[in-house]
């Protein structure tokens, strides 16, 4: 099971949460999280079956949940999240592969990035196969979001809009 906690600057713990229906959800051992600056949670994981999703989770600062969103790949792939940025208006880019849902391993024939607004819609998402596997994201203060792949040690970057500014693969 996966508990997100929140402590106080002293250490006292404010509120504990069982996140969504833990039964359900995958890859539950190392989730992505963040913290926006309202002090919202964000908490990207997988969810189970045989074409897993994405699922990126939001906590308010007293640990309501505020609301979770289901990003689904191309048909018949599982989708794994893999980072979560935050940009500087508080939207939350979400970074993840999709390979085929019988692999025993993470391969990636496809990479995929969504933008989540702060209040759960999803504004855009993408899937490539030309940069190998994500590994890491970041956004800079004009919400350009840069993707590093490790298959070919790349970096992508895209504007705010979610379209190819350039890429060095």
Do not use: M
Not at 10 to 27: H, I, K, M, V
Not at 107 to 132: H, R
Request: hydrophobic share 45%; glycine share 10%.
């Amino acid at each position: 099971d996966v508990v997100l906690l929140k402590y106080a600057a002293d250490g006292t713990l404010l509120w504990a949460s069982s996140p969504y229906d833990a039964g359900s959800l995958d890859e539950i051992t190392a989730p992505r999280c963040l913290l926006d600056s309202a002090g919202n949670v964000y908490l990207g994981v997988t969810s189970t079956g045989s074409t897993p999703d994405i699922v990126l989770l939001s906590y308010d600062p007293s640990g309501a949940l505020r609301f979770d969103v289901r990003i689904d790949g191309p048909s018949g792939l599982a989708d794994r999240c893999v980072a979560l940025a935050l940009d500087p208006f508080d939207n939350v880019i979400v970074i993840g592969g999709a390979d085929a849902p019988l692999q025993n391993t993470y391969n990636a024939a496809l990479w995929l990035v969504a933008k989540i607004t702060s209040s759960g819609a999803i504004a855009w998402s993408q899937f490539d196969a030309s940069t190998g596997h994500p590994t890491a994201a970041v956004c800079d203060p004009a919400g350009n979001i840069y993707v590093s792949h490790g298959g070919n040690q790349s970096v992508v970057k895209l504007d705010n809009a979610g379209n190819l500014a350039w890429s060095t693969a």
